[in-house]
């Protein structure tokens, strides 16, 4: 009985560490969004998100790493816990890179 409730603890803790931003789905956000913009602005849009998008995915590798090793000294992982992951704003981020991307294609931008 104690195995069985050590194995399920363990997974809760683990299911709950945040995420590697490569591991992250994108959300799907429409490229209609972005059609009525010109290719200028698309490109200074894609590069805008591009960065917003380093920027999140480099906290959430510290929150995913600070989980790691949070739950290996204490049980808990403690970014998660205290806000740090990132892991919806990186899909969004993610989400909205694709639809300017499509965007631009099909507007033949280069």
């Known amino acids: ?4 409730v050590l194995a399920v603890s363990a997974a809760l803790l683990l299911s709950s560490c945040a995420k590697r931003p490569d ?4 959300v799907d956000i429409p ?5 009525n913009r010109g290719c200028q602005e698309l ?11 380093a920027a999140l995915s480099k906290q959430q590798n510290q929150a995913a790493t600070g989980d790691a090793v949070g739950v290996f000294l ?32 099909s507007k033949g931008c280069k």
């Open 1 to 4: 009985m104690k195995s069985l």
């Open 43 to 53: 490109a200074q849009e894609l590069i805008k998100e591009r960065n917003n998008l």
């Open 23 to 26: 591991a992250i789905v994108p």
């Open 31 to 35: 490229m209609a969004a972005y059609t």
């Open 74 to 105: 204490l049980g808990v992982p403690a970014s998660s816990t205290f806000g740090g992951d990132k892991e919806g704003q990186v899909a969004v981020s993610k989400g909205k890179v694709n639809a300017i991307e499509s965007a631009a294609k």
